[in-house]
């Protein structure tokens, strides 16, 4: 497929979706504003951990129209106290491969770490160093980034600006307030509005699927990538005051929105669905990537 960047998706999409506007930051991304109100989270049918339905209160704010790309992320990353060797293919970085205070912050290593931001370790990662500087994997800048860890997703958009949505503003951004079911509507999800059921690592740039945006604008919301939040795994309901919103806890954190890899099964697309696998928050992972939000106003 040929590479789309998420500017002329913009323009493409901005008749629809008047409330696309830049973010203020480090990078100019684009963001949606979500009205405030009360939005439906949670679903009666499917996993028991969507249950019971509810509705939640949130003030309005602004979620990233995009998931983070491998480009943007590279950017974060060389603004870090890290100093290359040499240059080093994605996927294959070593220790001895970068020095400096920040060098541990781009090593996963064996058991996890938890100051690791990604695992460039990991063959499924698409940044490597070239020239002396982090930089994508050719032909992936514009899709999103891969094997960043919680830590590495919460530091990105602090970075920003912003911070990584709770689950309950992430649902709201995807089902609006009639609680649709995906975040297109209600017609069952095809390769048109959503990439899944693919092979590992065949993800698409981020907005090639307007089909599947919601109609505030929001892309990407099911497949290609699954999505940290800022939420530990919690039984609902949903209560922001109960301790799911530390962010110094250390036990998994919920991951929204299906992904790409092997055959998901359209169920996992729905906007409800919380059960995503392989969730350690030290660890960077294949198929899960990231979106930022912040306050409106």
Request: proline letters at 7%.
């Amino acid at each position: 497929m040929r590479a789309v960047t998420w500017q002329a998706v913009v323009a493409l999409f901005a008749v629809s979706a008047p409330s696309v506007a830049a973010a203020q930051g480090p990078m100019e991304v684009p963001m949606v504003a979500i009205e405030g109100g009360s939005y439906p989270i949670g679903s009666a049918k499917g996993s028991a951990s969507a249950r019971s339905p509810h509705r939640v209160e949130l003030d309005s704010f602004l979620i990233d129209a995009f998931e983070v790309t491998n480009a943007q992320f590279a950017e974060f990353l060389n603004t870090l106290q890290i100093k290359a060797r040499h240059d080093t293919r994605a996927g294959e970085l070593d220790p001895g491969d970068v020095e400096g205070p920040d060098a541990d912050r781009v090593w996963g290593g064996t058991g996890g770490n938890d100051r690791a931001f990604i695992e460039m370790d990991d063959t499924d990662a698409r940044i490597g160093i070239l020239g002396g500087r982090f930089a994508p994997e050719p032909g992936y800048d514009e899709h999103p980034v891969s094997e960043s860890t919680w830590q590495g997703a919460a530091a990105f958009c602090a970075w920003r600006g912003a911070r990584l949505p709770s689950e309950a503003k992430w649902e709201a951004a995807a089902r609006g307030k009639n609680g649709r079911t995906y975040p297109w509507g209600e017609d069952p999800p095809t390769p048109a509005h959503a990439v899944f059921g693919r092979g590992r690592g065949e993800t698409d740039p981020v907005g090639s699927h307007p089909k599947g945006a919601t109609r505030e604008g929001v892309f990407d919301l099911a497949g290609n990538e699954a999505e940290w939040t800022s939420s530990l795994f919690r039984p609902y309901p949903y209560d922001a005051a109960d301790g799911r919103e530390d962010p110094d806890a250390a036990d998994e954190r919920v991951t929204r929105g299906g992904d790409h890899v092997f055959d998901v099964a359209p169920g996992q697309l729905k906007s409800s669905f919380r059960d995503g696998f392989s969730r350690d928050p030290r660890r960077g992972h294949r198929h899960i990537g990231f979106r930022c939000a912040k306050d409106a106003g």
